[in-house]
């Protein structure tokens, strides 16, 4: 699976920009992210993936049951055999790269 090519996500109210969950060889690549509520990009449980050359601006905003808002750029969790390159994050509340690392043993995420 391919997304990119100057694809472009914008305005998502109560959303993530781009998610994918549990894709084997997914690269997300040339696409501008922004005005999400949650993560610019997210993936969760997804193998052999590419997030590059990306631009995620204007994230987060979410408001949790606390009443505390946040947000993160690119979100990764539990994913294996990924490399996240070259991306442009900025104008967002939270966190720019969330690496959440709770895959199995031999997983690892290499960000450049």
Sequence with gaps: MRIGDAWSVSDLGDSDGISLRQVSGATIEGCIVER?????IRLDGCDNGVVRSNI???FGGYRG????????GIQLSSNRNLVCSGNVISEGLGVGILSLLTAPEGSPIRLA
Excluded: I, K
Aim: charged share 25%.
């Design 36 to 40: 999400t509520a949650r993560a610019g």
């Design 56 to 58: 995620v601006r204007t």
């Design 65 to 72: 049951d606390d009443g505390l808002s946040f947000g993160a």
